[in-house]
């Protein structure tokens, strides 16, 4: 009798046992599913909002303008980023895939509960900033167009949206950052030398076919702070042609200047050496100034320099002082 009541004892707690572990694995796997959707619930409320996601190396064309300002079309033509109104306008081709990869690959702040809203508020209807991208992949083309409006204070962001279709997201400010460039900052004109004092050399300036040589300490400060003066951004031509030439004086040039400076190069030693070696060579940097120009009621002369495909223009005081140095200097043998 007492081995019944034992034995009944024992299977009413390995049962109770039982219950307890079914009730544990039970709340453990509610927990468990809580756990999982309170995870999911973040991820998603921390999920970049999506406005674009292409390949930047599909766009084919892409356009912007801001309010107010000339509209900028490029597209692409034998694998290079082209001036859509003048494919001979050399354009900085990084600058350019800077802009389709800043269009193609957009994320947004959030997006906008279009319910009972004030869209007037959004300035969607005359935007800041338009924006135009075309893609081309597997023979089909699609093409996008964003606009930009009025910045929200509370949001921290700008209203944007995609032509045709009825979302509205906040972005934040960084975009337009891509696209400030007039045609004249887009345009690829090359650097000019950097001339510092410990690689100036000397100056040959050259009016009326007579040459005049300088040198010293104050040629070479005076001629690095006009040096410092020719930007190659400032053009009025990218076409050094005969009639450009002679519509800017350059066909009989009024003078020409020739700022040398040194310049250390590494060359491979002869042949079977295992080291390199530095050598010093003196590179010239030579502009021919022109006419007189007006640009925004201010006079500037226009100039070309060697190896540059651009017309530039220098301002005036700058051509003048450099002709200045020819009247001061002695007549070279």
Same mark, same amino acid.
């Given at each position: 009798?007492?081995?019944?009541?034992?034995?009944?004892?024992? !299977?009413?707690?390995?049962?109770?046992?039982?219950?307890?572990?079914?009730?544990?694995?039970?709340?453990?796997?509610?927990?468990?599913?809580?756990?999982?959707?309170?995870?999911?619930?973040?991820?998603?409320?921390?999920?970049?909002?999506?406005?674009?996601?292409?390949?930047?190396?599909?766009?084919?064309?892409?356009?912007?303008?801001?309010?107010?300002?000339?509209?900028?079309?490029?597209?692409?033509?034998?694998?290079?980023?082209?001036?859509?109104?003048?494919?001979?306008?050399?354009?900085?081709?990084?600058?350019?895939?800077?802009?389709?990869? =800043?269009?193609?690959?957009?994320?947004?702040?959030?997006?906008?509960?279009?319910?009972?809203?004030?869209?007037?508020?959004?300035?969607?209807?005359?935007?800041?900033?338009?924006?135009?991208?075309?893609?081309?992949?597997?023979?089909?083309?699609?093409?996008?167009?964003?606009?930009?409006?009025?910045?929200?204070?509370?949001?921290?962001?700008?209203?944007?949206?995609? !032509?045709?279709?009825?979302?509205?997201?906040?972005?934040?400010?960084?975009?337009?950052?891509?696209?400030?460039?007039?045609?004249?900052?887009? =345009?690829?004109?090359?650097?000019?030398?950097?001339?510092?004092?410990?690689?100036?050399?000397? !100056?040959?300036?050259?009016?009326?076919?007579?040459?005049?040589?300088?040198?010293?300490?104050?040629?070479?400060?005076?001629?690095?702070?006009?040096?410092?003066?020719?930007?190659?951004?400032?053009?009025?031509?990218?076409?050094?042609?005969?009639?450009?030439?002679?519509?800017?004086?350059?066909?009989?040039?009024?003078?020409?200047?020739?700022?040398?400076?040194?310049?250390?190069?590494? !060359?491979?030693?002869?042949?079977?050496?295992?080291?390199?070696?530095?050598?010093?060579?003196?590179?010239?940097?030579?502009?021919?100034?022109?006419?007189?120009?007006?640009?925004?009621?201010?006079?500037?002369?226009?100039?070309?320099?060697?190896?540059?495909?651009?017309?530039?223009?220098?301002?005036?005081?700058?051509?003048?002082?450099?002709?200045?140095?020819?009247?001061?200097?002695?007549?070279?043998?």
């Amino acid at each position: 009798m007492k081995q019944n009541k034992r034995t009944m004892t024992m !299977v009413i707690m390995l049962c109770a046992l039982v219950v307890l572990f079914v009730a544990y694995k039970m709340a453990a796997s509610m927990n468990d599913a809580r756990e999982a959707r309170r995870a999911e619930e973040e991820a998603k409320a921390n999920e970049t909002v999506m406005i674009a996601d292409y390949k930047y190396n599909e766009a084919t064309a892409l356009s912007y303008q801001q309010k107010g300002k000339d509209k900028i079309s490029m597209v692409v033509s034998n694998s290079r980023w082209t001036y859509a109104d003048d494919p001979t306008l050399p354009l900085n081709q990084t600058t350019a895939a800077y802009m389709a990869h =800043a269009l193609a690959s957009m994320g947004a702040i959030s997006e906008v509960n279009l319910d009972g809203a004030d869209r007037s508020a959004f300035g969607l209807d005359d935007p800041a900033w338009t924006f135009s991208i075309t893609y081309e992949s597997n023979g089909t083309r699609t093409e996008h167009t964003y606009i930009q409006g009025n910045y929200n204070e509370f949001g921290k962001g700008y209203y944007f949206q995609e !032509v045709g279709i009825d979302r509205v997201y906040l972005i934040v400010e960084g975009l337009t950052d891509y696209f400030a460039y007039d045609l004249h900052g887009l =345009a690829d004109t090359g650097t000019f030398p950097v001339i510092s004092a410990d690689r100036f050399d000397s !100056v040959d300036i050259t009016i009326g076919g007579e040459t005049r040589h300088l040198t010293g300490e104050e040629t070479a400060n005076a001629f690095i702070t006009l040096s410092d003066l020719l930007q190659p951004s400032s053009f009025v031509e990218h076409r050094i042609t005969d009639e450009t030439r002679a519509k800017y004086g350059l066909t009989q040039p009024t003078a020409e200047v020739a700022i040398k400076y040194k310049e250390t190069i590494t !060359v491979a030693d002869t042949e079977g050496a295992s080291s390199n070696s530095t050598v010093e060579q003196i590179r010239s940097f030579t502009i021919q100034i022109g006419d007189p120009i007006e640009i925004d009621g201010e006079t500037y002369y226009a100039y070309t320099a060697d190896g540059y495909l651009f017309i530039y223009y220098m301002p005036s005081s700058a051509a003048e002082s450099m002709m200045s140095y020819f009247s001061a200097a002695p007549e070279t043998d």
